[in-house]
């Protein structure tokens, strides 16, 4: 197989490299840097990025390709549409995995108690627990 265009061929190899080394070394800059690691503001940043990047993913992407094969399922069998079932089982996942993510990981973020011995009202909290060790 001979290149009709090598030039093109050697941008595109270029490019290619160039994405993987930006994307390598912005992943590596909060391993390597300790007042980025220890921030808690800098990584609830990055936490809020890295689920907006994966909500996209999930709704702009993946979720038309699984209607439009639905509505090719649903064609060839030759029935009609009268419920929107990837729709709500897109919405039933969702819903699913933030109860699980509040009930399990954030149930001190629903009470507002105080706690004995607590001197910042800190005290019961894992994260801040792992920033002071």
Do not use: Q
């Amino acid at each position: 197989m001979a290149l009709e265009n090598p030039s093109i061929f050697w941008t595109k190899m270029g490019f290619i490299m160039v994405s993987f080394l930006e994307s390598l070394l912005s992943g590596m800059i909060p391993t390597w840097s300790p007042s980025c690691r220890e921030n808690p503001k800098i990584l609830g940043i990055a936490n809020s990025f890295a689920a907006g990047v994966f909500l996209a993913i999930a709704l702009v992407h993946i979720l038309p390709e699984m209607i439009e094969t639905w509505d090719e399922l649903e064609t060839k069998k030759g029935v009609e549409k009268i419920f929107p079932l990837p729709e709500i089982l897109v919405f039933a996942g969702y819903t699913i995995i933030l109860i699980i993510d509040k009930v399990l990981f954030d149930t001190h973020a629903l009470f507002d108690h105080d706690h004995e011995g607590a001197e910042d009202g800190h005290a019961e909290d894992p994260a801040h627990k792992k920033l002071e060790n």
